[in-house]
């Protein structure tokens, strides 16, 4: 099927603005944050890589017990994969961002980037992706900084007396992006703590400083849709309406490479469009999340408590309703009073306050072990958080002038930036 | 045959049906209460829907297919990606993608797309004998640019509608209308096969055909990458049914939503 993941590229594709800017060095070609979001690196500026690695998909039990409702039935336990050496090698633990899971795109890419350059690396879902808060969050309840870096430590725990075993490690190393660059800081703190890796280098890519912040501006792109959010669905209706009369009257082959580059060359979709697709990118993502955490935890937010569901059963209008809600619905309804039983006296205030790098910033202040890499029209952080990104790891700094949020993680340069952050260390 | 028996006991099951629906006792036979948010809320607000009346029998095809391709299709695609250098992979996959060529061809004819027919037997003719049965696609390079169609998109061509979702078991996810197609592409393909019998000298026809058969449907799995709940997004086969049913209606040239 691979159709679907160009079908999927035609969901998010927009219009092109050929490449020309201040940094004539730098080679992404992509200036406009959105659109270098929505359409990533081009093919021909991804770098091969070896058609068959030593991979494996390992299944992990990491919660002794846990109960998983029918409805998940394919859900047998945490996936990760696992990319090895046949010799010893510094081991990358790589954590997904937003939703992703242990195979998103981003993870294999980076995977093979650092294997080919001799590393052992682990992939790991997000604990924000559903695999993760059926089989290996604690409470399956995800969003705080610190908890779920304890789940993410307990699940790294788990998989390396897993593999101890086969492969022998010189060093251990952790990478994050997105929501997992902010988590890896928070892991790299708690084994500075218990001290079973001790994490040589630590690199952020693309990480949110604030989650709430980050959030806000999200939600910010879902209200650039005409009638705001509310009005996603027909939103959604108008867009693909677009692009199927323009494949109709394009007189294209076929869904492919072609009818991408017309979509984009052609200016299809306008800028408020454009972000009103990525709010939308987001919304649905999160809709997984708060159904899995419902159903997991049984709090009735979706579902009705105490209801069991088949896995025979309608999830149709659930899919609906949860991607009805905001972040902001997530955090007021669900997460903060979530906390706020278990750490009495906690305000709104200090919980957002908690779901921040400045929450660490003495630590991280203090580590050379940490560097960061990212965009300066990244939408999920602004301009002062990148200058206090800059001012917090210093020389250890890298961001580029054009990307958005993830656009070039997969480009040539950006890869081989990684990957000489880590080499440069042994 | 005794029939106050039966009636009674369609009573009982009656009953029985009603009752359990009266009182809605959840998990632990607790009872249940509504939850916070519900579709009530968000009335209008639909989208990414596909007719799929026999949802619960497609769900549980879906599992079905989940659960052959855990345990059987996916091991030997990964034995078959093992030992096969990737050089011949491809060229197994030339082979059976220029045999498709054939059902292209007969479904552009079926829609009277002269061009098409003639680009098509074009690129058959030429990547079977230059291209070497098809392992090599030298008919790109002259500009001849592949065209796929079926017997699905013919009919949608003519205007028939693709009907309720359909996950057939083996074949995925589909259509009323296009699982009818898949029927009539297969007896084509099996008419013209049984009239030029290519392997009839050989003594062992039918031998042969079921070791090609088995190497096609390996190879077929082998090109696509998808996984079913890979993704282990809960609600993937809404995802799956949205983009299949799309990229059909998109492809045949039907769909318009604002119509």
């Known amino acids: 099927?691979?159709?679907?993941?160009?079908?999927?590229?035609?969901?998010?594709?927009?219009?092109?603005?050929?490449?020309?800017?201040?940094?004539?060095?730098?080679?992404?070609?992509?200036?406009?944050?959105?659109?270098?979001?929505?359409?990533?690196?081009?093919?021909?500026?991804?770098?091969?890589?070896?058609?068959?690695?030593?991979?494996?998909?390992?299944?992990?039990?990491?919660?002794?017990?846990?109960?998983?409702?029918?409805?998940?039935?394919?859900?047998?336990?945490?996936?990760?994969t696992f990319a090895y050496q046949t010799k010893p090698a510094p081991l990358i633990f790589l954590i997904a961002g937003a939703g992703a899971g242990d195979r998103s795109a981003k993870n294999m890419t980076m995977m093979k980037a650092f294997h080919q350059a001799g590393f052992h690396v682990i992939s790991l879902p997000s604990p924000s992706n559903a695999n993760f808060i059926i089989s290996a969050s604690q409470s399956s309840v995800p969003g705080d900084l610190t908890e779920d870096a304890a789940d993410l430590y307990r699940v790294m725990d788990v998989v390396w007396k897993r593999v101890a075993g086969d492969i022998e490690v010189t060093s251990f190393h952790l990478c994050g992006y997105s929501l997992g660059a902010t988590q890896a800081a928070f892991v790299a703190k708690l084994d500075d703590e218990r001290r079973l890796f001790n994490f040589r280098r630590v690199l952020m890519i693309n990480p949110s400083v604030n989650l709430y912040n980050s959030?806000?501006?999200?939600?910010?792109?879902?209200?650039?849709?005409?009638?705001?959010?509310?009005?996603?669905?027909?939103?959604?209706?108008?867009?693909?309406?677009?692009?199927?009369?323009?494949?109709?009257?394009?007189?294209?082959?076929?869904?492919?490479?072609?009818?991408?580059?017309?979509?984009?060359?052609?200016?299809?979709?306008?800028?408020?469009?454009?972000?009103?697709?990525?709010?939308?990118?987001?919304?649905?993502?999160?809709?997984?999340?708060?159904?899995?955490?419902?159903?997991?935890?049984?709090?009735?937010?979706?579902?009705?408590?105490?209801?069991?569901?088949?896995?025979?059963?309608?999830?149709?209008?659930?899919?609906?309703?949860?991607?009805?809600?905001?972040?902001?619905?997530?955090?007021?309804?669900?997460?903060?009073?979530?906390?706020?039983?278990?750490?009495?006296?906690?305000?709104?205030?200090?919980?957002?306050?908690?779901?921040?790098?400045?929450?660490?910033?003495?630590?991280?202040?203090?580590?050379?072990?940490?560097?960061?890499?990212?965009?300066?029209?990244?939408?999920?952080?602004?301009?002062?958080?990148?200058?206090?990104?800059?001012?917090?790891?210093?020389?250890?700094?890298?961001?580029?002038?054009?990307?958005?949020?993830?656009?070039?993680?997969?480009?040539?340069?950006?890869?081989?930036?990684?990957?000489?952050?880590?080499?440069?260390?042994? | 045959m005794n029939c106050s028996r039966f009636r009674s006991g369609v009573t009982i099951v009656a009953l029985a049906l009603l009752l359990g629906g009266c009182a809605t006792t959840g998990l632990n036979g607790?009872?249940?209460?509504?939850?916070?948010?519900?579709?009530?809320?968000?009335?209008?607000?639909?989208?990414?829907?596909?007719?799929?009346?026999?949802?619960?029998?497609?769900?549980?095809m879906y599992r079905f297919n989940y659960t052959i391709d855990k345990h059987l299709l996916i091991p030997v695609v990964n034995g078959y990606e093992f030992v096969t250098p990737t050089f011949l992979q491809e060229r197994i996959s030339g082979f059976f993608s220029n045999l498709g060529e054939i059902r292209n061809?007969?479904?552009?004819?079926?829609?009277?797309?002269?061009?098409?027919?003639?680009?098509?037997?074009?690129?058959?003719?030429?990547?079977?004998?230059?291209?070497?049965?098809?392992?090599?696609?030298?008919?790109?390079?002259?500009?001849?640019?592949?065209?796929?169609?079926?017997?699905?998109?013919?009919?949608?061509?003519?205007?028939?509608?693709?009907?309720?979702?359909?996950?057939?078991p083996f074949f995925g996810p589909s259509s009323l209308r296009d699982a009818g197609g898949l029927v009539v592409d297969n007896a084509v393909r099996y008419g013209i096969y049984s009239a030029v019998d290519p392997f009839a000298a050989s003594g062992n026809s039918f031998a042969i055909a079921a070791g090609i058969s088995t190497l096609e449907v390996i190879d077929e799995r082998h090109k696509q990458s998808f996984r079913y709940h890979e993704s282990g997004y809960p609600f993937e086969y809404y995802f799956v049914r949205f983009l299949v049913h799309e990229k059909r209606e998109i492809e045949s040239g039907r769909h318009d939503p604002s119509e």
């Open chain 1, 1 to 80: 099927m691979k159709y679907l993941k160009s079908l999927l590229l035609v969901c998010f594709i927009l219009f092109p603005l050929s490449a020309h800017s201040a940094d004539a060095d730098y080679g992404y070609p992509i200036p406009g944050s959105h659109e270098a979001t929505i359409l990533g690196t081009p093919a021909d500026l991804i770098p091969p890589f070896p058609a068959q690695t030593n991979t494996s998909q390992l299944v992990l039990e990491v919660i002794p017990g846990r109960i998983r409702p029918a409805v998940f039935y394919y859900d047998e336990g945490l996936r990760i």
């Open chain 2, 30 to 60: 607790q009872a249940e209460v509504p939850p916070m948010h519900s579709i009530e809320e968000f009335r209008g607000q639909r989208f990414a829907e596909v007719a799929d009346p026999w949802e619960g029998f497609n769900r549980s």
């Open chain 1, 215 to 426: 959030v806000t501006r999200i939600e910010e792109l879902m209200q650039q849709i005409s009638g705001g959010s509310r009005n996603q669905g027909n939103f959604f209706n108008k867009i693909l309406s677009k692009f199927s009369q323009f494949y109709r009257y394009g007189n294209y082959v076929a869904i492919n490479d072609d009818f991408l580059y017309a979509i984009y060359s052609e200016r299809l979709f306008s800028r408020k469009e454009t972000a009103g697709l990525i709010g939308l990118t987001y919304r649905i993502n999160l809709a997984g999340m708060i159904f899995a955490s419902d159903v997991m935890t049984n709090s009735g937010y979706v579902v009705a408590k105490n209801r069991v569901l088949n896995y025979t059963d309608p999830l149709f209008d659930y899919f609906l309703v949860s991607c009805n809600l905001s972040f902001f619905d997530y955090i007021n309804e669900y997460l903060y009073p979530y906390f706020r039983t278990q750490r009495p006296g906690l305000t709104k205030q200090a919980f957002i306050d908690s779901l921040s790098l400045r929450s660490i910033e003495k630590y991280l202040k203090s580590s050379t072990k940490f560097g960061v890499m990212t965009n300066e029209n990244d939408f999920i952080v602004t301009r002062a958080e990148l200058d206090y990104l800059r001012e917090l790891f210093g020389e250890r700094t890298r961001i580029y002038p054009r990307g958005g949020h993830l656009g070039n993680l997969e480009y040539k340069e950006n890869l081989t930036y990684m990957v000489d952050f880590f080499k440069e260390s042994l």
């Open chain 2, 105 to 168: 061809f007969t479904n552009s004819l079926f829609q009277l797309k002269g061009m098409e027919s003639v680009t098509t037997l074009g690129r058959f003719v030429t990547n079977s004998t230059v291209g070497l049965g098809g392992m090599f696609d030298p008919a790109a390079g002259f500009g001849m640019k592949r065209h796929n169609q079926d017997f699905g998109r013919t009919l949608g061509y003519w205007g028939v509608d693709s009907g309720p979702y359909l996950v057939l």
